[in-house]
C-alpha cells in the first residue's frame, strides 16, 4: 500500500511538528493571549474525534467562536457571517491559524501532518465498508482532500479522495499536499462549503458524514 514505511512518515511527522512548534512558540503564545483578550474564556477548543481504525482521540484547535457557542442561536449550525464567531476567531478561520494546536497532536502520534481529516464518530457509524478505509491511516493536518477544493467538494468526494490517498501514500504525494496545501489557504475561501458544519452532532439536525467540521 505505501511507498514508503509507515515509521519512516511517523518519524518525519515528529521532527517536522516539533520544529515547526519550537519556531512558532513566540506566535503561539501571543496568539494564545490575544484569543483570551478577544473574548475571555478558554484558549484551546478540545474535541473527540475519530482516528486511525477509529480510535478516538481529544483533538485540539484555537477557539474562535464564544464560550458556549453551541448553546447559542443556531445551535452547532454555522455559516460565514455567524455572530457567535469572534473577531479574532474570523481570521483565525479564513487562514486555518486555529488548526495549529492539532501539531501537538501529530507530536503525541494521533495524527499525521498528512492524511485523511479526523472525523467524529456518529459520521464514522454511517460509512459503508469502502469509506471506512479513510480509518486505514492516521488523520492528518492536511489531506488530499483538502488541495482538491477544501470544503468546496461533497463529502462523498472527499471521502473517495482519502480513500485515494490510502492507496497512493507516498513521500512524493505527502511533500505534493504540503505544497499545494499553502496555494489553497492562500487562495479562495472555502472554510464554509456544502452545507453547514459542526463540531459535534445535533440531535434532529446532522450535517452529511463527512463534512469538514469547523464549527468550535
Same mark, same amino acid.
Given at each position: 500500500?505505501?511507498?514508503?514505511l509507515?515509521?519512516v512518515?511517523?518519524?518525519l511527522?515528529?521532527?517536522?511538528?516539533? @520544529?515547526?512548534?519550537?519556531?512558532?512558540?513566540?506566535?503561539?503564545?501571543?496568539?494564545?493571549?490575544?484569543?483570551?483578550?478577544?473574548n475571555? #474564556?478558554?484558549?484551546?477548543y478540545?474535541?473527540?474525534r475519530?482516528?486511525?481504525?477509529?480510535?478516538? &482521540?481529544p &483533538?485540539?484547535?484555537?477557539? *474562535?467562536?464564544?464560550? #458556549?457557542?453551541? =448553546?447559542? #442561536?443556531?445551535? !452547532?449550525?454555522?455559516? =460565514?457571517?455567524?455572530?457567535r /464567531? *469572534?473577531?479574532l476567531?474570523g &481570521?483565525?478561520?479564513?487562514?486555518?491559524?486555529?488548526e495549529?494546536?492539532?501539531?501537538?497532536?501529530?507530536?503525541?502520534?494521533e495524527m499525521?501532518? /498528512?492524511?485523511p481529516?479526523p472525523?467524529?464518530?456518529?459520521q464514522?457509524?454511517?460509512y459503508?465498508a469502502h469509506?471506512?478505509?479513510?480509518l486505514?491511516?492516521?488523520?492528518g493536518l492536511t489531506?488530499?482532500?483538502?488541495?482538491?477544493?477544501?470544503?468546496?467538494? *461533497?463529502?462523498?468526494? =472527499?471521502?473517495?479522495?482519502?480513500? !485515494?490517498y490510502v $492507496?497512493?501514500?507516498?513521500?512524493?504525494?505527502d511533500?505534493?499536499?504540503?505544497?499545494?496545501?499553502? #496555494?489553497? /489557504?492562500?487562495g479562495? $475561501?472555502?472554510?464554509?462549503?456544502?452545507?453547514?458544519?459542526?463540531?459535534?452532532?445535533?440531535? @434532529?439536525?446532522?450535517?452529511?458524514?463527512?463534512?469538514?467540521? =469547523?464549527?468550535?
Amino acid at each position: 500500500m505505501f511507498n514508503y514505511l509507515p515509521s519512516v512518515k511517523r518519524i518525519l511527522d515528529f521532527v517536522v511538528a516539533l @520544529g515547526i512548534l519550537t519556531l512558532l512558540t513566540p506566535f503561539l503564545a501571543a496568539l494564545a493571549l490575544a484569543i483570551y483578550l478577544d473574548n475571555p #474564556g478558554p484558549i484551546f477548543y478540545v474535541h473527540e474525534r475519530v482516528g486511525r481504525y477509529g480510535k478516538p &482521540f481529544p &483533538f485540539y484547535k484555537f477557539r *474562535t467562536m464564544v464560550v #458556549g457557542a453551541d =448553546r447559542i #442561536g443556531r445551535g !452547532y449550525e454555522i455559516d =460565514r457571517n455567524d455572530a457567535r /464567531i *469572534t473577531r479574532l476567531g474570523g &481570521f483565525l478561520r479564513r487562514w486555518h491559524i486555529d488548526e495549529l494546536p492539532q501539531l501537538l497532536n501529530v507530536l503525541k502520534g494521533e495524527m499525521s501532518l /498528512i492524511g485523511p481529516r479526523p472525523t467524529l464518530a456518529y459520521q464514522v457509524a454511517q460509512y459503508s465498508a469502502h469509506q471506512r478505509r479513510r480509518l486505514e491511516l492516521l488523520p492528518g493536518l492536511t489531506g488530499l482532500a483538502q488541495v482538491k477544493g477544501l470544503n468546496a467538494l *461533497t463529502w462523498q468526494e =472527499r471521502i473517495e479522495w482519502d480513500v !485515494y490517498y490510502v $492507496d497512493h501514500c507516498s513521500l512524493a504525494l505527502d511533500l505534493e499536499i504540503l505544497l499545494r496545501t499553502f #496555494g489553497a /489557504i492562500a487562495g479562495e $475561501d472555502n472554510t464554509y462549503g456544502h452545507g453547514w458544519e459542526s463540531s459535534q452532532a445535533t440531535p @434532529g439536525a446532522r450535517p452529511a458524514p463527512g463534512t469538514e467540521n =469547523r464549527c468550535d
